[in-house]
């Protein structure tokens, strides 16, 4: 009838590599939804109840001319939807939902992502 095949050592690792990735998908999947029952339901319409605006600061900034038209072409609100774009980046920062190296303040701490390494100073 049906004869099973045996798997060649690249399949095996690709394979063996694929039942890995499963796995931590399943994991983070299991998190993720722990994570939201954390989060009580009123907390997604919040928003719509109570509206909040920060205060709005004028900037002059110089963007690459592509992005520029590519939000313009968007329409009405496009400096509206640069901020938001600005800000769900500054939230996936602050939460480490992505993680960035280099971003330090003036002392030279790094302020987002990985906590600073810790270089040995030879004597």
Known sequence: MFEERR?????????????LELERQEEWLKDFKLRQL??????????SRVPVRPHKTKLTAA???DVVKWFRRMGHGYQAR?????????????????LSEGDTNREGDEIWGLP???EKKEE
């Not at 798997?7 to 039942?19: G, L, S, T, V």
């Not at 640069?82 to 992505?98: C, D, F, G, Q």
């Open 116 to 118: 600073a390494k810790k």
């Open 7 to 19: 798997r060649n050592i690249e399949q095996e690792r690709a394979h063996f590599k694929f039942m």
């Open 38 to 47: 954390l989060v009580p339901p009123e907390w997604h319409r919040i928003e």
């Open 82 to 98: 640069m901020n938001a774009v600005l800000r769900a980046y500054m939230l996936a920062l602050i939460s480490k939902h992505i």
């Open 63 to 65: 963007f690459d001319a």
